[in-house]
């Protein structure tokens, strides 16, 4: 396998058209994409160009049978103005095993975190500069064989873009407990971050809209009473001062945000719980008085207070947002360790290397 990497820059930059102080979420894309195939059993092909569309053909098995994998991450910038990246590894091994459940190749994680840094260093002036937004990195895979037989692809592209975001959740999100569709079950591909369990979040987050809910909250187990994760992150509840978050049981994402928060609270001397929790303990506690918090956690989401829960006709409401001091604390810390303004005990935020493929 050639490890060279071919980098062709832009010869003139978009960002000029970019308006920092108003960044819709995943709407604009930066000036460079990395690109590379995967055919003959190999990984080959690597190359930075200028972002833009790239032709497919009719029958690309990704567009038929599914196989399509993503990653979600963030890039900022600390105090000095160096850009850095927030636990890279994490993501280059989450990648492969989802791949892994998809049939699909591995992509070498060391390739993987160096194409971040070059592609990075190159658009580095699309960082936000603001504490709270970041440049957001999609690492993608997904099937190329020109073939309509049901059988894993021989061969892929693997793709990352970037692009300065704001927000994912501008505001506390009103949720709702999906009691009819199930998003994953154990065995499933759940815990795969595989295009395919978001396309079929959407017809019932689409319903949850029209109803006035931001979110649906998926349940699983036998009775659908246990609690899994929202559509766009993993859900963290805070009932009696002890923070808990439903344990993944291979039906659940395995979020980095949210291993993060798993590191960070015991540390804060704050009791933490990975386990099953039922929407009845919810309820019961909402009902006792003692329900504190509820949050999501994810990469794009960071912390999103939750402000309501609607259990059929039950409407849990949560406190107000200035009293969610575990949630605020836990945004807090992982907006400061990306700007740099909280010590990085963890080595989770790595500089970006100016020297990475050049
Ligand atoms: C992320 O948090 O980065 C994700 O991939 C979730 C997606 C809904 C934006």
Not at 18 to 46: C, K, L, T
Not at 105 to 125: C, K, N, Q, R, Y
Request: glycine letters at 8%; aromatic letters at 10%; charged letters at 20%.
């Amino acid at each position: 396998m050639s490890r060279k990497v071919e980098i062709t820059k832009v010869q003139e930059s978009r960002i000029g058209e970019v308006d920092f102080a108003n960044i819709p979420f995943g709407r604009v894309f930066s000036d460079h994409m990395f690109v590379a195939e995967y055919q003959n059993g190999a990984w080959e092909n690597f190359r930075i160009v200028p972002f833009g569309h790239f032709t497919m053909h009719p029958a690309s098995m990704a567009l038929h049978y599914g196989q399509a994998i993503f990653e979600g991450m963030k890039a900022s910038k600390g105090a000095d103005g160096q850009p850095l990246l927030f636990r890279p590894e994490m993501h280059a091994q989450r990648i492969n095993r989802s791949a892994e459940r998809l049939m699909m190749p591995a992509f070498p994680e060391d390739m993987f975190v160096e194409a971040l840094h070059a592609l990075i260093d190159l658009d580095a002036a699309w960082i936000p500069p603001q504490e709270g937004s970041a440049l957001y990195l999609r690492p993608y895979m997904f099937a190329t064989d020109e073939f309509i037989g049901v059988r894993p692809s021989e061969s892929y592209k693997f793709i990352i873009f970037t692009g300065p975001v704001g927000p994912y959740y501008a505001k506390p999100v009103r949720l709702k407990v999906e009691q009819h569709y199930v998003r994953a079950v154990p065995g499933g591909t759940g815990e795969a971050k595989a295009a395919g369990n978001y396309a079929g979040s959407l017809l019932p987050a689409y319903k949850a809209q029209q109803e006035g809910f931001d979110q649906v909250v998926w349940m699983g187990g036998p009775d659908m009473k246990e609690i899994q994760e929202v559509g766009t992150m993993n859900i963290f509840f805070v009932i009696d001062g002890k923070v808990i978050t439903p344990i993944t049981d291979g039906a659940i994402l395995r979020g980095i945000t949210r291993d993060s928060f798993l590191k960070i609270l015991p540390e804060k001397g704050i009791p933490v719980e990975e386990r099953k929790i039922t929407i009845d303990e919810v309820v019961a506690a909402y009902q006792a008085g003692t329900l504190q918090e509820v949050f999501g956690a994810g990469t794009a989401a960071v912390v999103s207070h939750v402000a309501e829960i609607a259990y059929g006709d039950l409407m849990i409401k949560l406190p107000p947002v200035a009293d969610r001091k575990i949630g605020a604390m836990l945004k807090d810390y992982i907006d400061g360790l990306r700007s740099g303004r909280v010590a990085d005990t963890h080595n989770w935020i790595i500089p970006v290397n100016q020297e990475a493929l050049v």
